[in-house]
């Protein structure tokens, strides 16, 4: 059945370890699991919560595909407010799954970044930023568990700068930006009601003391998320081809056998060789940085 999955469930000591990770209090990051979806990612029969932005689809379909879908009443040009019946053909489940089951026979990719889903209700356009290669891997990830969902999330609120507006409570900023604006604060107060709602009850016996803001170095880090070729690591090894080098960034011996091969440059007096060695080096340091900055910075000492 369309939507079904494995739905594992979340345990609460997944939000407080997420809550470490980010620094951030769990009742703040957990009151957007309510706000969004009640704070549970599926429906009563087991599929997972969706709701369709026709608007969305619409973007994302061309020509041909576009009309069709428009003819159908799957896509519109502009997005409509609940209060004025732009939702009004999404009332249950099966009316939400029928309208993603029209638009996946015309284009599933487009169809699938046009809905949010799961706990945290993410839109499906999200799936780079939340570290898949599609909506579709999106999708499946989400359907098998809310420990993937919950993953997401975080990869979602580091790549849109929104961390700290959650370790602060900035939840108009939270509105702006993961919401989408337009609701004119009400999301922020619902968002503010959930907040004290879970800090006074669920995690009233939170010690925030465990937490410590702007120290993310501290906290085990979340994994890097950008697609290789679009990694800081490949752009070092960038920067050292244009010195017409190709460098092995891993192990740290490559580094000081690059800087040795520059040393006739260096010594030799000639600008551009001078210049075109720099440029080598440059690239290899920069490039296993990134290397050890994408493994969480490991001392060779271990933490203390």
């Not at 209700?121 to 809310?146: H, P, R, V």
Request: proline letters at 5%; aromatic letters at 10%; a neutral charge.
């Amino acid at each position: 059945m369309l939507g079904k999955g494995r739905a594992e469930a979340l345990d609460d000591g997944a939000f407080e370890a997420l809550a470490i990770e980010l620094a951030c209090p769990p009742q703040n990051l957990e009151a957007i699991a309510k706000v969004e979806s009640k704070g549970f990612g599926w429906f009563p029969d087991g599929r997972i919560k969706i709701l369709f932005e026709k608007h969305w689809f619409y973007r994302l379909l061309k020509g041909a595909k576009r009309k069709q879908a428009v003819a159908a009443g799957l896509a519109r040009r502009k997005w409509i407010a609940p209060k004025k019946g732009g939702y009004r053909d999404q009332s249950t489940p099966d009316d939400r799954y029928a309208l993603l089951a029209r638009a996946m026979d015309i284009d599933v990719e487009a169809a699938l970044q046009s809905i949010s889903m799961g706990t945290y209700q993410i839109m499906g356009f999200n799936y780079k930023t939340c570290g898949f290669s599609s909506a579709g891997e999106m999708w499946a990830a989400f359907l098998d568990s809310e420990k993937h969902q919950l993953r997401a999330f975080a990869n979602f609120l580091k790549e849109k700068g929104l961390v700290r507006a959650f370790q602060t409570g900035e939840f108009e900023q939270v509105e702006e930006i993961y919401n989408g604006g337009g609701l004119n604060g009400t999301y922020a107060a619902r968002m503010k009601k959930w907040t004290a709602k879970l800090g006074a009850g669920k995690w009233a016996d939170w010690d925030p003391t465990s937490v410590v803001i702007n120290h993310p170095m501290e906290h085990p880090p979340v994994p890097n998320s950008k697609p290789l070729a679009k990694s800081r690591t490949v752009a070092g090894s960038g920067i050292a081809g244009v010195g017409g080098a190709s460098i092995l960034v891993e192990p740290v011996q490559k580094v000081v056998e690059v800087v040795e091969g520059q040393e006739a440059a260096f010594s030799g007096g000639d600008l551009t060789a001078m210049v075109i060695g720099l440029v080598v080096v440059a690239g290899a340091l920069f490039a296993l940085y990134a290397r050890w900055d994408d493994a969480g910075r490991p001392l060779p000492w271990g933490e203390a």
